[in-house]
Every structure is written in C-alpha cells, then in structure tokens.
C-alpha cells in the first residue's frame, strides 16, 4: 500500500506552477481537498487563551508520513469548522503549518498548504490596505475590520520538503496573512485597537461556536 507521502504525491502529480514559480492552486481544488480529508481526522480548535496560540511554533525539520497525516487532519477539521484557513497550532500542534481552502474576490477557489511559511514584504504600489471585517475559528462568533494590505506572497515548503510559493488578492490574500500570523503566535485581535480587541472578546464570550473546541483550563 501506498504511503501517505506517496498518495499525496500521486494526488499532486502534474500541479501546475506559473511562469514566476508560483503553486496554481486553483487546479483540481475538489480533488484535492478531499484526498486530504478523507484521510484525515478531525481535532477540535484551541481558541484565545490556549498558550500554544500566543508563542511562535516551531519549524518544521522533518519531512515524514506524520507531517502528511497532521495535514490531513488539518484540512479535515477545517472542514468540520467550515474555515477557509487553519494553523497547525489551532489544533493544539506547535509546527510551523497551515492549510487552505479559500476563494478570492473573484471567487476563484484555492486549495493548498505551506509548511514554515514566510510573509514577503511587499513594494509600497502592492501595499493598499483593505479594512473589510475579518473572523478566527480560534476566536468563535467574533468578528472586527482589521487592515491588512490586498495582496499576499508566501514562500515555504511542501511536505517533501521542496520549496514552494503562494500569491493571492483581497480575501485569499487576508487569509494568507492571517494563517502566517498564527504560526508566529499571533491572532488577527491582537492587531486590533485595546477597543476592538475587547470587543471581539465580547462577542465571543456571548456566541457560541459551532465546532468543537478545546477548553481553556
């Protein structure tokens, strides 16, 4: 039987990579997707509090079948959280991770992941700012406008270990940004004002989620 590295290389096979070196994520989303999923386990989400959110995961050294299987289970208990993007550590794991299902402005659908994901910084002209409302299944039912610039370029690894790069605009690119955030131990409230970070906090104490989550002490 087939390794999970090896499946996923067979359900990978042919991705196609543009003329800048970026991954083509918008090509046999459904397929791929569900490959992850069906593989995987669900876990439920750490939220606010939970110290693993709040610290700089670690990076990722080896490249083996229990990095394939946490991404499995990644994209299946994004599914379950009905998330467009997850962080290893909102499953409580400190490694340099996350996964993606998210559409664009355009509504493009885009499926991937990146292991130790690096943010480029980007020229001024790339840099205009988007306020739209932005959420985190790490902080349930709570939701505040945060600027964040519209477009995103992340540079990583895939499971083999192999170099790979990501791009998107307006929303894709928010989500990029925000799961890059998480593995270096910071949520999307804590570039809110001190307002608008207790508000979210408000707004999650009086919701309720709608997945399971892992309970804070």
Wanted: net charge negative.
């Amino acid at each position: 039987m087939a390794s999970q590295q090896e499946t996923d290389q067979q359900v990978n096979e042919g991705a196609a990579v543009d003329g800048e070196g970026f991954f083509v994520d918008t090509e046999e989303c459904e397929a791929r997707e569900l490959a992850h999923r069906e593989r995987g386990t669900s876990r439920p989400i750490t939220v606010v509090g939970n110290p693993v959110l709040h610290k700089e995961c670690a990076d990722v050294t080896e490249f083996d079948d229990k990095l394939a299987s946490l991404i499995d289970d990644m994209f299946a208990s994004q599914r379950t959280a009905e998330g467009v993007g997850l962080a290893a550590n909102q499953i409580g794991v400190d490694l340099k991770v996350f996964v993606y299902d998210c559409p664009d402005d355009e509504g493009n659908r885009h499926v991937g992941y990146v292991v130790n994901p690096v943010l480029a910084e980007l020229p001024p002209e790339q840099r205009v700012l988007d306020d739209s409302n932005e959420g985190c299944l790490s902080v349930p039912t709570a939701y505040a406008p945060l600027a964040r610039p519209d477009h995103a370029v992340v540079s990583g690894q895939d499971m083999h270990g192999n170099p790979i790069k990501v791009r998107g605009s307006g929303y894709f690119a928010r989500c990029l940004q925000h799961e890059t955030d998480h593995v270096y131990g910071y949520l999307y409230i804590d570039r809110l004002s001190k307002r608008d970070r207790k508000d979210a906090l408000r707004q999650m104490a009086e919701g309720t989620p709608r997945y399971p989550v892992v309970a804070n002490g």
